[in-house]
C-alpha cells in the first residue's frame, strides 16, 4: 500500500498545528517557569509589604500594649489574601503579642524565622509537613531600635495551584488557538489551492501550445474609473482582463514609456497599483497572464523576424554562394570557418569539409611575410583593404590575389571572427603586364620608326654615293677596298634600320590570304639540315584544317624564322624544336607554337624579351631586333605573340594570329 | 531556526538558573502554646503625657529611660497611655511612678492626686517656660489680627493641654475673645499625635484658626510644607513641662532618679545624644509653687481642676 502525498491542505494543516503546539510549548516552558518565579517574587514582595505596613502601624500598639488591637489588626491581614496562612507579632523579648492561629501558638514558630541585626526583613520557606510557607519576619522598629517582630505566613501551595491554574488556562489557549488557526488556515489554504491550481492548469495549457489562458479573475476595480480617466486611446482603457502596469504604451501621465521592464519601478509608486494591486498569489496569476500574453506577442514578432531571416540568409547566401571571389570566414585561430564554391575551386579543394578541416587561413599565403603583415594590421587596425598577395592553392600553383578582410569583436572587444574577399587578379596583372609591354613597345616603335626614318635617307645617299665613287676606282686599289669597306657597313646599317622600321610597321606590307602550314614548311626547309648537322631535330605538326590569315607571307616567314632561330641558340648542345599550328575554332584563330628544349628564360627577363636591342648574346653576336621585329610583324597582323618559359625546361612561343574572312 | 532554538534554551535555564527556591525547613506546628506576657510589674513605670504618638514619645524617650534605668540600677517601664486623661487615669490609679506632663495637667493631677513637682525642662529655646501659637493658613486673608477670629472655627489640642489650648486661649481671653465668640471649637481627635492634627486640620483648611504649642510647626515640617501656615499671635511664657512623682513614692527610688536626671549636661558627650532625643537641654529642679501662675490662669480661663 503506498502512502498518499500529502497535498497543501494538508502541509498547511500539519504546519499550522507543529507551529502553534511548539510555540506554544516553547512558550509555555519558559512562561510557566517565569510567570511561577514572578507570582512568587510578587507574592513574597506582597508578603513583606503587608508585614512592612503592619509593623509600622503596629508600633503604637505594641507600646500601648493593645491586645485587642493588635488582634483585629493581624487578623484583618490574614483575611486580606487567601495565600496568607497566618500572622503574628513578637515583642522585643521574643515574647508573643499575637497570633491568629488556634488551639495555641506554635511554639517552633517563634524562633525558626529570626532576623538578622541590621536587616530589614528575613524570609524562611517551611514544610509544616501540610503545606509549605514562606515565613516573612519584619521587626517593628522605632528610631532603628527594634521593640517587636511581624510575622505573616505565605503559602506556597497556595501559589502553586495560581500557577497550576494559570498554566491550564494557557494550555486552553494553546488548544483555542490550534482550533482557530485551524479553521483559519482552511480558509486560506482552500483560497490558495484553487488559485494555484487555476495556475497549474494554465501552465498545461500552454505547454500544449495554447496561449489563450486566464488566470487572473476579472478586475473589480479599473484604472480608467478611479482616475476619471476617459481617454479611448489608452489601451489600459476599458481593458477588464489585464492591469495597467503590465500593459506598453498607456498614456497616463504618471507613466513612463515602454515595457513592463521598463516602466514597472515607477508603476509600483502609482498609487493606482497601490490601490489595486492584490496579494503574491493575485499578482502571481496577473503576472503570468500578462507574461502569456507578451509570450504570446513574441512568439509571433519571432515568427515575422524568422521568416525575414530566412529570407535574408538566403539572399545572403545566393551572393555568398554566387560570388566569384573567395569569400571566407575565419576564426581567431586561424580556421576556416566557411569558404564559398569559387573559394573551394580557387584553392583547388574538391569539396568544403576537407578544406574546412585540414587548410588554415595562413596556408593560403605563399610568402610568410604575406600572412605576418595582413595579420599584424588586423590585430592592429581590423581590416585590411585590397592587399596584393600570392596566393598558394593546395597544388602548390601559385596566383596573384587582392585580400580584404574585416575583424568583428566580441562583447569583450576581443577578436572573434574575421570575414574576407579574395580576389584571383592572376589574369588580370598578366593583361596589364601585357598591355604594359605592348604600350612599351610601341612607345619603342615610334621612337624607332622616327630614328630610322631620319637615319634612313642619309644612308641611302652615303650607299649611292659609295657606289658611284666604286665605279671610278680601280678594284684592287687602296681606295676601292676603303670605298668597299664603307658599303659593306652602310649596308649593314641599312638592314638595322629596315629592320626597326618593320618592328615600327613602317615597312611596306603586302598582306594576302597566306597558307601558314606552307609559309612555316618553306623556313623549316631553309633551316632543317643546317640544325640537324648541329644536333637539333625539328619535329613539325600542322593542323590539316588550318585556315588561312590575312598577311604579309614574307614578313611571316620572318616571324616563324626568328621564333626558330631563337630557339635553335636556346639549344646549348643538342635537343629538339616543336612547330605546331592549331585552329582555334571559337576564338577564330590560328596559332602557330614554337617549343624548345633549351635552357628556358630567367623569370625577371622575361618580360623585356620583346625589347628592342635586348639580347642575351655576347656584344656582336647579336642586334637583339629579332624578336621585337617579330613583334611588331604579329601585332602588324592584329595577332599577338606570348611566350610560357621555365628555367631549364625550355620555352614556348605562340603567335596567335586572326584567320581571314 | 537553529539560533531559535539554542536562544529558547538559554532563556529556559536562565529562568532556571535565577530560581532561589531552596529545600524547605522542616517545622512541627504541632507543638503549642498559649500567649503569654511576662509579668513586669516590679519595674517604675515611666509616663510621657502623650501630645504626640506613642512611636515619638518612645523614640523620645526610650534613650532617657535607658539612662535613668543605668543611672538608678533599677528596672524602669515606659508605659504609653493613650490620651491626657488615661495618662491622668492611670497617674491616680498609681500605676504612673514618674509622670512627664504639661503644666496644665499637671496642676490636675497634684489637685486631684497629690502629684509632686520636682523637676523642670528646659527646651531649645534656653528657658524652661514656653508658650503656646495661634495658627491660620498663609492664604487666609480674612484672619490678620486677634480680632478677626471672632466667628471663627478654631481647634485645639485637648482641653487639658497648656501649649495647645491653656495658653494661647488666654491670649484670646486677654482681647476680652471669649469662648463662646468662635463658630465652632473642636479638639484634635486622639489618641497620641494631637498637636500635629491640628496643624494638619488647619492645614487642609478644615478649620480657620488653631492652637499649639510653639516648636510643634517644627515637628510637622517634614509632612507639610509649614510656610503655608501663619502664626496669628503667641501667648505669654508660662512654666514648661514638669516632671513630677507619685504620692507615694519610694523616696529613696525618687531621690536616685533625681540625681540622674539633674545629672543631664549637654555638655557631655554622652547626655547630648539623649537630650537630642528628648527635646530639651538640660533638666532642672522645680516645685509645685513655680505652677501657681497656671493655676491662676485656669481659674481666669474657667477651668474647673475637679472636672
Known amino acids: 500500500m503506498t502512502m498518499m502525498k500529502p497535498g497543501i491542505r494538508g502541509k498547511i494543516y500539519c504546519g499550522i498545528i507543529a507551529v502553534v503546539l511548539l510555540t506554544g510549548v516553547l512558550i509555555a516552558i519558559p512562561v510557566r517557569i517565569m510567570v511561577e518565579k514572578a507570582l512568587l517574587h510578587e507574592s513574597l514582595n506582597k508578603g513583606v509589604s503587608m508585614a512592612l505596613m503592619l509593623a509600622a502601624r503596629s508600633q503604637d500598639v505594641v507600646l500601648g500594649m493593645d491586645f485587642l488591637y493588635l488582634k483585629e489588626m493581624i487578623d484583618r491581614v490574614v483575611q486580606s489574601s487567601r495565600d496568607i496562612s497566618y500572622a503574628f507579632i513578637l515583642n522585643q523579648h521574643g515574647q508573643v503579642l499575637s497570633h491568629t492561629f488556634h488551639n495555641g501558638f506554635p511554639v517552633a514558630l517563634r524562633t525558626v524565622n529570626p532576623i538578622a541585626k541590621g536587616r530589614t526583613s528575613s524570609i524562611q520557606y517551611l514544610d509544616t509537613g501540610k503545606e509549605l510557607i514562606y515565613d516573612i519576619a519584619v521587626p517593628i522598629q522605632i528610631d532603628g531600635l527594634p521593640i517587636g517582630a511581624v510575622h505573616i505566613g505565605l503559602s506556597k501551595t497556595k501559589i502553586n495551584r495560581t500557577i497550576h491554574s494559570l498554566l491550564w488556562t494557557i494550555g486552553v489557549l494553546i488548544g483555542c488557538s490550534i482550533v482557530i488557526a485551524c479553521l483559519a488556515g482552511a480558509g486560506f489554504a482552500n483560497q490558495v489551492i484553487r488559485r494555484v491550481l487555476n495556475l497549474h492548469r494554465a501552465s498545461e495549457q500552454i505547454m500544449k501550445g495554447d496561449l489563450n489562458v486566464v488566470t487572473a479573475p476579472a478586475l473589480k476595480k479599473h484604472c480608467w474609473d478611479l482616475m476619471r480617466c476617459s481617454n479611448e486611446r489608452c489601451p489600459a482603457y476599458g481593458e477588464l482582463q489585464q492591469r495597467c502596469w503590465y500593459m506598453e504604451g498607456t498614456l497616463c501621465p504618471t507613466c513612463k514609456e515602454g515595457e513592463y521592464a521598463e516602466k514597472g519601478d515607477v508603476c509600483k509608486t502609482c498609487w493606482i497599483y497601490r490601490t489595486v494591486s492584490g496579494d503574491e498569489i493575485q499578482a502571481l496569476s496577473e503576472s503570468f497572464e500578462a507574461m502569456t500574453q507578451s509570450l504570446k506577442q513574441t512568439i509571433s514578432k519571432l515568427e515575422d523576424s524568422r521568416e525575414a531571416i530566412e529570407i535574408s540568409e538566403k539572399k545572403y547566401r545566393r551572393i555568398f554562394e554566387g560570388s566569384m571571389d573567395m569569400v571566407f570566414a575565419a576564426n581567431i585561430q586561424g580556421a576556416f570557418v566557411d569558404v564559398n564554391q569559387t573559394g573551394i575551386t580557387m584553392l583547388e579543394f574538391s569539396d568544403k569539409q576537407s578544406l574546412l578541416t585540414s587548410w588554415r587561413f595562413s596556408d593560403i599565403f605563399s610568402l610568410p611575410d604575406d600572412f605576418v603583415r595582413i595579420q599584424q594590421e588586423l590585430i592592429s587596425v581590423g581590416f585590411v583593404r585590397d592587399r596584393e598577395f600570392i596566393l598558394k592553392t593546395r597544388a602548390g600553383n601559385e596566383r596573384q590575389a587582392l585580400i580584404s578582410v574585416s575583424c568583428q569583436g566580441n562583447s569583450d572587444g576581443a577578436v572573434a571572427i574575421c570575414e574576407g574577399i579574395i580576389k584571383d587578379v592572376t589574369h588580370r596583372r598578366n593583361m596589364e603586364l601585357q598591355l604594359l609591354q605592348a604600350d612599351k613597345l610601341a612607345s619603342l616603335g615610334q621612337l624607332s620608326a622616327g630614328v630610322a626614318h631620319e637615319v634612313n635617307n642619309p644612308l641611302g645617299l652615303i650607299l649611292g654615293f659609295t657606289q658611284l665613287m666604286l665605279r671610278e676606282e680601280p678594284e684592287g686599289s687602296q681606295k676601292f677596298e676603303d670605298l668597299k669597306t664603307i658599303e659593306k657597313h652602310t649596308r649593314n646599317c641599312k638592314t638595322v634600320v629596315e629592320a626597326l622600321l618593320n618592328f615600327a610597321r613602317k615597312t611596306e606590307t603586302r598582306k594576302a590570304h597566306v597558307d601558314v602550314n606552307s609559309a612555316i614548311d618553306q623556313v623549316v626547309m631553309v633551316v632543317a639540315h643546317q640544325f640537324e648537322v648541329s644536333g637539333v631535330e625539328i619535329q613539325v605538326q600542322y593542323e590539316p584544317l588550318l585556315p588561312r590569315v590575312l598577311g604579309d607571307a614574307e614578313k611571316l616567314k620572318q616571324v616563324v624564322m626568328n621564333l626558330v632561330m631563337n630557339a635553335r641558340q636556346a639549344i646549348l648542345k643538342t635537343g629538339r624544336i616543336a612547330i605546331s599550328t592549331e585552329h582555334d575554332v571559337r576564338r577564330r584563330q590560328v596559332v602557330i607554337r614554337v617549343k624548345d628544349s633549351g635552357a628556358g628564360i630567367a623569370p625577371q627577363i622575361l618580360p623585356r624579351i620583346f625589347d628592342p636591342f635586348f639580347t642575351t648574346k655576347p656584344t656582336g653576336q647579336g642586334t637583339g631586333l629579332g624578336l621585337s621585329v617579330s613583334y611588331g610583324i604579329v601585332k602588324e597582323h592584329n595577332g599577338d605573340i606570348q611566350v610560357l618559359s621555365e628555367p631549364g625546361k625550355g620555352s614556348l612561343f605562340s603567335v596567335v594570329l586572326p584567320e581571314a574572312f | ?307
Open chain 2, 1 to 307: 531556526m537553529k539560533y531559535l532554538l539554542y536562544l529558547w534554551m538559554v532563556a529556559c535555564m536562565a529562568c532556571v538558573g535565577c530560581s532561589n527556591d531552596h529545600p524547605p525547613q522542616k517545622v512541627d506546628l504541632s507543638k503549642r502554646e498559649p500567649a503569654r506576657i511576662v509579668d513586669t510589674d516590679d519595674a517604675v513605670t515611666y509616663a510621657y503625657l502623650p501630645q504626640y504618638s506613642h512611636s515619638v514619645s518612645y523614640e523620645r524617650h526610650y534613650l532617657l529611660v535607658k539612662y535613668l534605668e543605668e543611672e538608678t540600677g533599677y528596672r524602669i517601664r515606659q508605659i504609653f497611655p493613650d490620651t491626657f486623661d488615661e495618662h491622668m487615669r492611670m497617674v491616680g490609679q498609681g500605676k504612673v511612678d514618674i509622670s512627664f506632663s504639661n503644666p496644665y495637667v499637671y496642676v490636675k493631677m497634684a489637685h486631684r492626686y497629690g502629684e509632686k513637682a520636682f523637676a523642670q525642662v528646659v527646651e531649645a529655646s534656653g528657658d524652661k517656660n514656653f508658650r503656646g501659637e495661634i495658627i491660620c493658613r498663609s492664604d487666609n486673608t480674612s484672619i490678620k489680627t486677634l480680632e478677626d477670629c471672632r466667628g471663627k472655627r478654631l481647634i485645639a489640642v485637648d482641653m487639658t493641654s497648656a501649649g495647645g489650648y491653656l495658653y494661647p486661649m488666654s491670649k484670646f481671653y486677654d482681647h476680652n475673645i471669649k469662648r463662646q465668640d468662635f463658630s465652632e471649637i473642636e479638639f484634635s481627635p486622639g489618641p497620641g499625635g494631637k498637636q500635629e492634627k491640628v496643624v494638619l486640620a488647619v492645614y487642609a483648611g478644615q478649620f480657620d484658626i488653631g492652637l499649639i504649642r510653639e516648636g510643634t510647626l517644627n515637628v510637622v515640617a517634614n509632612r507639610i510644607d509649614i510656610s503655608k501656615i501663619r502664626v496669628v499671635a503667641y501667648s505669654r511664657y508660662y512654666p514648661g513641662w514638669v516632671y513630677s512623682a507619685r504620692k507615694n513614692m519610694n523616696p529613696e527610688i525618687l531621690q536616685k532618679i533625681k540625681d540622674a536626671l539633674f545629672k543631664l549636661s549637654p555638655d557631655t558627650s554622652e547626655h547630648q545624644m539623649i537630650l537630642q532625643k528628648a527635646h530639651f537641654l538640660r533638666v532642672v529642679p522645680s516645685s509645685d509653687a513655680e505652677f501657681n501662675s497656671v493655676r491662676k490662669l485656669m481659674d481666669v480661663v474657667g477651668i474647673d481642676l475637679d472636672k
